[in-house]
Every structure is written in structure tokens, then in C-alpha cells.
């Protein structure tokens, strides 16, 4: 059983910045690919990024390309999620997701792939 945490979140302006934080409690979450997801009201939760095991192969729904950065960086428990030019647009509740993965190369697109979830974090971007 593997507990996520989300940290992070909160108000910003337009053209700014946050960094989330998916930690996991109990264990490291360096067997497991761990993807973003974000849902704002009225809308489907839709993927937002992804990364595998290894850290090495990341992926990005394309609103996001080039602004969003997910990362493991040297934390074995820890994925980060880098929110540059943050736009209106962004604004929902981000949540992170975990799957058990055998394969270092995998990560996943899709919800319904993923294990274990955080409770999510709120985050605001006004305009």
C-alpha cells in the first residue's frame, strides 16, 4: 500500500510559478512510474504528465509542453511537478498518481492505469 501526499498548490498570478510535490509515506516510489493529473470544476480529470520508474522518459499532455516539468530529482520518495508560466487556464485540483511498474521504460496516460492516488491540491492561477 503505498500513501501519496500532495504539497504545493496554491494562489498564484498569471506568468507565475509553483512546484508540486507528490510524496509517498512508508516507501520509496522508485518502482513505481507516477503520473499528474488535473481536474477543474465542471470538467474531466485529464492527464497532465508522467514519468517512469527510472526517471529517465517523461511525457505531457500538450497544453502543458514546455512550461511543466515532472521530476524525481535525487528524492527516492519524492516526484516534482514544475509549473513555470502558469495561465489562468491551469487552474484545478492536481493530483498525483502511482503504478507499480517491472519495467523501467513504462509510464502511463491513462487514470484508470494508475494504483494509488494523493487527496490532491489546489491550485489557483489568476489572471
Known amino acids: 500500500q503505498v500513501q501519496l501526499v500532495e504539497s504545493g498548490g496554491g494562489l498564484v498570478q498569471a506568468g507565475g510559478s509553483l512546484r508540486l510535490s507528490c510524496a509517498a509515506s512508508?516507501?520509496?516510489?522508485?518502482?513505481?512510474?507516477v503520473g499528474w493529473f488535473r481536474q477543474a470544476p465542471g470538467k474531466e480529470r485529464e492527464f497532465v504528465a508522467a514519468?517512469?520508474?527510472?526517471?529517465?522518459?517523461?511525457t505531457y499532455t500538450d497544453s502543458v509542453k514546455g512550461r511543466f516539468t515532472i521530476a524525481r530529482l535525487n528524492a527516492p520518495n519524492t516526484v516534482y511537478l514544475q509549473m513555470n508560466s502558469l495561465k489562468p487556464e491551469d487552474t484545478a485540483v492536481y493530483s498525483c498518481?502511482?503504478?507499480?511498474?517491472?519495467?523501467?521504460?513504462?509510464?502511463?496516460?491513462?487514470?484508470?492505469?494508475?494504483?494509488?492516488w494523493g487527496q490532491g491540491t489546489q491550485v489557483t492561477v489568476s489572471s
Open positions: 514519468i517512469n520508474r527510472g526517471g529517465t522518459r517523461t
Open positions: 512508508g516507501r520509496t516510489l522508485t518502482t513505481y512510474a
Open positions: 498518481a502511482a503504478k507499480p511498474t517491472a519495467f523501467s521504460r513504462d509510464y502511463y496516460y491513462r487514470a484508470d492505469e494508475y494504483n494509488y
